[in-house]
Nanobody, 122 residues
Framework: VQLQASGGGSVQAGVSLRLSCTAS????????MGWYRQAPGKGREFVAG????????WFAASVKGRFTISRDNAKNTVSLQMNSLKPEDTAVYYC????????????????WGQGTKVTVSS
């Protein structure tokens, strides 16, 4: 199983970025997906999750209303649209997959991708 995250970069506060994660080696439409982040000197935190068919989504309080998560099961991709970025959103962002959504929401997913770095300057 491989999860390839992309789309990170260095941006000014207030702009938008879209992260993508492409999965291979698994039956994508059977897996819940999540995005997580780890800021410098801090632990990893849950950002957003989406169930297998995209009908249910979850967000951390810190990003609710600014970030959206979506998936395209035909393309084996999950995306994180990040709007109104703030300096505190600076982190390495990771995507992860598990066939149990409760595990995804608990940041204990089975499969993890490499991170993509997002830096937001004020």
């Amino acid at each position: 199983v491989q999860l390839q995250a992309s789309g990170g970069g260095s941006v000014q506060a207030g702009v938008s970025l879209r992260l993508s994660c492409t999965a291979s080696g698994l039956t994508f439409n059977k897996y819940g997906m999540g995005w997580y982040r780890q800021a410098p000197g801090k632990g990893r935190e849950f950002v957003a999750g989406i169930n297998w068919n995209g009908n249910s989504t979850w967000f951390a309080a810190s990003v609710k209303g600014r970030f959206t998560i979506s998936r395209d099961n035909a393309k084996n991709t999950v995306s994180l649209q990040m709007n109104s970025l703030k300096p505190e959103d600076t982190a390495v962002y990771y995507c992860a997959a598990d066939d149990r959504m409760d595990v995804v929401l608990g940041s204990r997913a089975r499969y993890w991708g490499q991170g993509t770095k997002v830096t937001v300057s004020s």
